[in-house]
């Protein structure tokens, strides 16, 4: 496996551990470690996909990254409400 490979499988990964522990009740969905799980897995993947230039993973991956980012906005400023 290349450097590209490397960056692609780790930021998968990252998305299917969040994903499996939420489903199996392990992690909330509004919790900052999933969120931070989404958004660095996805970027981690829209890089290998924009180095591999795969456009359809690029899309996926870097909606997926910007949702993950809006959400980890979302919770800094109800953290923030909280303090």
Request: avoid cysteine; charged fraction near 20%; aromatic fraction near 10%.
């Given at each position: 496996m290349n450097k590209v490979d490397w960056i692609g499988f780790i930021g998968v990964f990252q998305i299917l551990l969040a994903y499996i522990l939420?489903?199996?009740?392990?992690?909330?969905?509004?919790?900052?470690?999933?969120?931070?799980?989404?958004?660095?897995?996805a970027s981690m993947a829209c890089l290998a996909s924009i180095l591999m230039n795969y456009l359809p993973f690029i899309i996926l991956e870097g909606v997926w990254a910007i949702v993950s980012l809006i959400a980890l906005i979302k919770n800094k400023k109800w953290r923030e409400k909280q303090i």
């Open positions: 939420n489903v199996t009740g392990k992690l909330d969905k509004r919790s900052l470690t999933f969120i931070l799980l989404n958004f660095i897995g």
